[in-house]
């Protein structure tokens, strides 16, 4: 049974950090499509970053440049770094993780197939 488990949101001041984790359990990449989403009450669910094949990795143009995905084989984590926090990145952030896409540059949640709970950033001005 595949588990998604986010941690490492919380409240930050815009222009702060934080660095979301995702523990995978029941799952071993392999070259296959994991991610980042987020979503706000009331709209769609966002694609934020993904990485896939071996570590190519894609963004969203929102936060190319302050965002930073990433994994750890040995512990089976994936990572988003986040700089320059802005007030529009609050959301709940969700790990995603695919059962077969290896590629997946256009963010698309129709690519993944398992999901964390979320964890939630909020930034204030």
């Known amino acids: 049974q595949v588990q998604l488990v986010e941690s490492g949101g919380g409240s930050v001041q815009a222009g702060g950090s934080l660095k979301l984790s995702c523990a995978a359990s029941g799952y071993t990449r392999n070259g296959r499509c994991m991610g980042w989403f987020r979503q706000v009450p009331g709209k769609a669910r966002e694609g934020v970053a993904v990485i896939y094949y071996i570590d190519d990795t894609s963004y969203t143009a929102d936060v190319k440049g302050r965002f930073t995905i990433s994994q750890d084989n040995a512990k089976n984590t994936l990572y988003l770094q986040m700089y320059s926090l802005k007030p529009e990145d609050s959301a709940m952030y969700y790990c995603?993780?695919?059962?077969?896409?290896?590629?997946?540059?256009?963010?698309?949640?129709?690519?993944?197939?398992?999901w964390g709970q979320g964890t939630q950033v909020t930034v204030s001005s």
């Open positions: 995603a993780a695919a059962s077969s896409s290896a590629f997946c540059a256009g963010i698309s949640s129709t690519d993944f197939s398992y």
